[in-house]
Each structure stands twice: as C-alpha cells, then as structure tokens.
C-alpha cells in the first residue's frame, strides 16, 4: 500500500506578505504586490516595476554578521523554512535527523551576488573578488544553509527546472517519503531575481509586461490585453509527512498531496508546445497517480503568467484533459497579486491551494477586465469565491519545456 502524504507545515516570504496570515489575507482580498522597482534604479530599464518583497527582515533567525555572507535568495528561503518548521511543530530531538531531508531549488540562484562580484571583478580585479562568492552564488545552497541549520542529515538537494523548480522539489521530496527515504522533508524554492541583468535578460526576450503607465494593473492573466509577466521574488517552503508520522506526533494537516505528473515538451526553448501538449500528459498524469476521478477537480491554481502564448496553451489543454467539466471547475492565477516568482512560483502556489482546500476559498484572478475568446473558462476574475474544494491541482511549466503538476485533495 502506497504511503500517504500530508502537508503539515507551511511558511512564506512573498510579495503579498512575509507569513502565512499576511500572504492569505492579501490573496483572498485581491492585492496587488506590484508596484515600481525600489531595489534599484530601473529608469533606464524597459520595464520599471515587479513584485517585490517588502519589510523584510530576518531578524532572530539569521545573525547580522552571517547576512552578509548570504545571498537574498537563501536569507528567504532560510525565513520561510523557519516558519514551515515552526507552524509543522517539529522538534527535532524527538524525530530521526536522518530520515528528515530538504529539497529547496532556485530557477536562478545568487544573481545578486554575481552581479556584484562579477562587477568586482572586472573594476578592481580578481583580488577583490569575495571568498563566499561561490557558495553565495549556487543554487543548492539554500538547501545546505536549512540542512545545516536544523541538522538534518536525510536527502539533501536542489533542483533547478526554471519556472516548474519548486514543483519539481516537491514531488521528488513526496517520493522519497513514499520510497521510505524519509518521514520529513523540507521543501519549495527560492528567487531573488529583481535586479538590473535580471529585468534587463528577461525584457531583452520581450517576456515582461512593459505597462509602466499602470503597474498594479500588469500581470492580468487569460486577460486579452495581456502583455508579459511580472518578476516577482520570495520563497515558499513546505513541511510534507509521512501520514502515520504525522499521525503519531498529533501534527496539524492542512492538505493531503495525492499526485505527481513530470513531462517535458521536447518543443522550444521558451514557447509551450501546441495546444498544451506537454502540460496536457503533466496534468493527466498527476490527477492519475493522485487515484482521482477528473471530476473530483474543484480548483486548479493555474501557472497564468498573463503571457500571450502561455494563457492560450494552458486553457487549452485544461479543456483538453477536462472536457466539459473544464467549464465547471474554478481556475485562478494567483500571479495576477505576487508576480511570476521563478524557481519559488511552484511552492508559493502550492502554499494557495492547500490553504484554499483548508478555508473552502477560492483566491481571484485579479486584473481581469476584457475576456478573451481563446481563453473562455471561469479564471474566477476579481473576486473569492466560497466553495469546498474536494481536490485540486497546481500547475507550473518551465522555459527549456519542463512541466511539473502536483494534485491534493481535502484531508480526510
């Protein structure tokens, strides 16, 4: 008998709220977290806005003299998995350090610090080049930094599969307590990717929103007037348990995790394949392993990044796997309030969906003005919606064609 799954802790650094009350609240209410660039000066910049953390601060968990040896990414992913660990319960003295593992990916890394250093270099020489530039840098290090933290000693790793990362981390840690490599693993991903090489990559490829007359109103997913996604940056880490452990210890469980589907497009570097087909065998296949009927999807939190192509293809394969029950089952893109957060967007988006099979609410596509006819299902636009929600599905792809589709259904 396969073993059961269960999410049983949760944490946050996003652009709606560095916890999980903040980021809920903000979601349900329909912020926006978009707002002009303040982390440096974007003037000269095509697109002068993104989603933002704000009032961030890891006080009491990172010392100040460690911060500097640390890059952004990891600081939110070190923030966000001390509140997952904190809100799970989990006291490490009483469960095995060796069967308890992280898997926390970044799409990018330290860019940050690559910018910096690599500015270093090329000013004033390679002497002056930081001894903590390459371990500041990597993207596995975020999840050495919580390994090293708490002691855990079980698998340990990072993935990096650009946009579809954190879905990818999650699904590989579900797998590893299924294979009994494990009972605990800290998972999601990090980004920290507003920064001038970073805007300027992503506008030179012409995939931000270049809305800078009406910033807030720029990620508007399946909206006709769509033009680009907005960088967003954070961390989102889960606890997920081996049921019986969970169980045993009288842990909280917000949401049971049912299926994994991984596929690739094998298509383009940036553009989905036609027609969703990848996302399409992605999505069937994680509603398959979950050992659910596709009528018992209520909700899909979709990847909505308020690109042309994307919003197209997703729609379509939705219908595609769906049929008619496409029509009748919520969709919403919570990107339209926190950006597009990269390597984090799976986790943070995953963090949504257990909260609203928790709460039975369902958080809006917010911006949705003007329907578009090649997008005509309901993106639940502007507004909550109260509704149980028997299982649910979350959906990240990836540029180089990865997708990564996780279902969870209601605890029970």
């Given at each position: 008998?396969?073993?059961?799954?269960v999410?049983?802790?949760?944490?946050?650094?996003s652009?709606?709220?560095?916890?999980?009350?903040?980021f809920w609240?903000?979601?349900v209410?329909?912020?926006?977290?978009?707002?002009?660039?303040?982390n440096?000066d974007a003037?000269?910049?095509?697109?002068k806005?993104?989603a933002?953390?704000?009032?961030f601060?890891a006080?009491?968990i990172i010392?100040?003299?460690?911060?500097?040896?640390?890059?952004?990414?990891?600081?939110?992913a070190?923030?966000?998995a001390?509140?997952?660990?904190?809100d799970?319960?989990?006291?490490f003295?009483?469960?095995?350090?060796?069967?308890?593992?992280?898997i926390?990916?970044?799409?990018?890394?330290?860019?940050?610090?690559?910018?910096r250093?690599?500015?270093?270099?090329i000013?004033?020489?390679?002497?002056?080049?930081?001894?903590?530039?390459?371990?500041?840098?990597?993207?596995?290090?975020?999840?050495?930094?919580?390994?090293?933290?708490?002691?855990?000693?079980?698998?340990?790793?990072?993935?990096?599969?650009?946009?579809?990362t954190a879905?990818?981390?999650?699904?590989d840690?579900?797998r590893?307590?299924?294979?009994?490599?494990?009972?605990v693993m800290i998972?999601?991903g990090s980004?920290?990717?507003?920064?001038?090489?970073?805007?300027?990559?992503?506008?030179?490829?012409?995939a931000?929103?270049?809305?800078?007359d009406d910033?807030k109103?720029?990620?508007?997913?399946?909206?006709?007037?769509?033009?680009?996604?907005?960088m967003?940056?954070?961390?989102?880490i889960?606890v997920?348990?081996?049921?019986?452990?969970?169980?045993?210890?009288?842990a909280?469980?917000y949401?049971?995790?049912?299926?994994?589907?991984?596929t690739?497009?094998?298509?383009?570097?940036?553009?989905?394949?036609?027609?969703?087909?990848?996302?399409?065998r992605?999505?069937k296949?994680?509603?398959?392993?979950?050992?659910?009927?596709?009528?018992?999807i209520d909700?899909?939190?979709?990847h909505?990044t308020?690109?042309?192509?994307?919003d197209?293809s997703?729609?379509?394969?939705i219908?595609?796997?769906f049929?008619d029950?496409?029509?009748?089952?919520?969709?919403?893109s919570?990107?339209?309030?926190?950006?597009?957060?990269?390597?984090?967007?799976g986790?943070?988006?995953?963090?949504?969906?257990?909260?609203?099979i928790?709460?039975s609410v369902?958080?809006?596509?917010?911006?949705y003005?003007?329907?578009?006819?090649?997008?005509?299902?309901?993106?639940?636009?502007?507004?909550?919606?109260?509704?149980?929600?028997?299982?649910?599905i979350?959906?990240t792809?990836?540029?180089g064609?990865?997708?990564?589709?996780?279902?969870?259904?209601?605890?029970?």
């Amino acid at each position: 008998m396969r073993k059961r799954v269960v999410i049983t802790g949760l944490g946050i650094v996003s652009p709606l709220g560095n916890s999980i009350s903040e980021f809920w609240q903000n979601a349900v209410e329909g912020y926006s977290g978009v707002d002009f660039i303040k982390n440096f000066d974007a003037s000269e910049h095509a697109t002068k806005f993104a989603a933002e953390v704000k009032n961030f601060s890891a006080e009491g968990i990172i010392e100040d003299r460690e911060l500097r040896k640390i890059d952004r990414y990891s600081q939110f992913a070190l923030v966000a998995a001390h509140q997952a660990v904190s809100d799970a319960g989990l006291d490490f003295e009483k469960i095995d350090r060796n069967r308890t593992g992280v898997i926390v990916g970044s799409g990018i890394g330290g860019i940050e610090t690559f910018e910096r250093e690599y500015s270093k270099l090329i000013e004033r020489g390679p002497r002056r080049v930081s001894p903590f530039f390459i371990p500041m840098m990597i993207s596995d290090i975020a999840a050495g930094h919580i390994s090293i933290r708490y002691d855990i000693r079980g698998p340990n790793y990072a993935i990096v599969s650009a946009c579809a990362t954190a879905s990818h981390s999650i699904g590989d840690a579900v797998r590893h307590i299924r294979y009994s490599d494990a009972e605990v693993m800290i998972t999601g991903g990090s980004e920290a990717a507003i920064c001038p090489s970073g805007m300027a990559g992503f506008n030179s490829m012409k995939a931000l929103s270049v809305r800078n007359d009406d910033p807030k109103k720029a990620s508007r997913p399946f909206d006709k007037l769509r033009d680009g996604f907005v960088m967003g940056e954070g961390a989102g880490i889960l606890v997920v348990e081996d049921f019986e452990h969970a169980r045993k210890r009288g842990a909280k469980i917000y949401a049971e995790i049912r299926g994994i589907g991984f596929t690739a497009d094998a298509h383009h570097i940036t553009q989905p394949a036609p027609g969703g087909e990848g996302a399409v065998r992605a999505m069937k296949r994680c509603v398959e392993d979950g050992q659910l009927n596709f009528e018992e999807i209520d909700y899909i939190n979709a990847h909505g990044t308020s690109t042309p192509f994307n919003d197209k293809s997703e729609t379509e394969a939705i219908k595609s796997v769906f049929g008619d029950h496409a029509y009748e089952l919520n969709i919403s893109s919570t990107k339209s309030m926190t950006g597009h957060l990269l390597g984090a967007a799976g986790a943070v988006e995953l963090i949504a969906v257990a909260l609203a099979i928790q709460k039975s609410v369902i958080p809006p596509t917010i911006n949705y003005e003007v329907p578009d006819e090649e997008c005509d299902l309901n993106y639940t636009p502007n507004k909550p919606v109260s509704k149980k929600i028997r299982a649910a599905i979350s959906n990240t792809f990836g540029f180089g064609g990865h997708n990564a589709c996780i279902s969870v259904s209601k605890f029970e």
